[in-house]
Nanobody, 124 residues
Framework: QVHLVDSGGGLVQPGASLKLSCTASGRTAGNSAIGWFRQAPGKERDFVTAISSGGGNRYYADSVRGRFTVSRDNAKNTVFLQMNSLKPEDTAVYYC?????????????????WGQGTQVTVSS
């Protein structure tokens, strides 16, 4: 069992930056890839990025590549999502999730454990 708490969302202007955090606890947390997904109102929950259990492999959606960076500090059981050059279309609830595998994946079905979500709003 893995418990996740994600935080760091807020209201920012276009072009600004924001850093989300996801703190994991549980016996297998350190062995899991962590993914970030987002869900805008009335839309499906979409993949954003994922990082392997060891932090060496990362995978990004095309819409965020070059603007978002995922990293992890396994000593603190925390994964970070640094979001730069934010756009209004990045507005969504962001969820971190722990995979049943060690490698990163964009498939929601690979992630049995989810955080509660944190709202990111990009607006002028």
């Amino acid at each position: 069992q893995v418990h996740l708490v994600d935080s760091g969302g807020g209201l920012v202007q276009p072009g600004a930056s924001l850093k989300l955090s996801c703190t994991a606890s549980g016996r297998t947390a350190g062995n899991s890839a962590i993914g970030w997904f987002r869900q805008a109102p009335g839309k499906e929950r979409d993949f954003v990025t994922a990082i392997s259990s060891g932090g060496g492999n990362r995978y990004y959606a095309d819409s965020v590549r070059g603007r978002f960076t995922v990293s992890r500090d396994n000593a603190k059981n925390t994964v970070f999502l640094q979001m730069n050059s934010l756009k209004p279309e990045d507005t969504a609830v962001y969820y971190c999730a722990a995979s049943k595998y060690g490698g990163p994946s964009s498939r929601k079905d690979d992630y049995p454990y989810w955080g509660q979500g944190t709202q990111v709003t990009v607006s002028s």
